[in-house]
């Protein structure tokens, strides 16, 4: 099953999620996204399920070349070490969200 596309931004976090495939299909939904003068401070691209050079694109134009976080989903991670872009996305370690994360 092909998870749908979504995309949002928490201005208050400076958090981006994103998920489904990201692509130049997609990419401009997140180029849509109202970021202002906000700075994204971490990508949750957990859910993304693939990643081509359109998303790419998208997501270092939203680091606006500041090294940003991003919990990666494999794919997504295969893909920032092979274009070795790991010093402006810079991948931790997926925390699943449980019940419990989710109340704090």
């Not at 400076?14 to 202002?36: C, K, M, N, Q, S």
């Amino acid at each position: 099953m092909i998870e749908p596309f979504f995309a949002a931004f928490d201005v208050a976090s400076g958090v981006l999620t994103v998920r489904g495939e990201l692509d130049e299909g997609t990419a401009p939904h997140v180029y849509a996204l109202r970021f202002g003068e906000a700075r994204v401070r971490h990508i949750d691209a957990a859910g993304v399920t693939f990643l081509g050079a359109g998303g790419v694109t998208a997501l270092l134009d939203c680091c606006k070349s500041v090294p940003t976080t991003i919990d990666a989903s494999p794919q997504v991670r295969r893909l920032i070490e092979l274009c070795a872009l790991d010093h402006i996305l810079v991948v931790v370690p997926h925390t699943p969200k449980t019940p419990a994360t989710l109340e704090t």
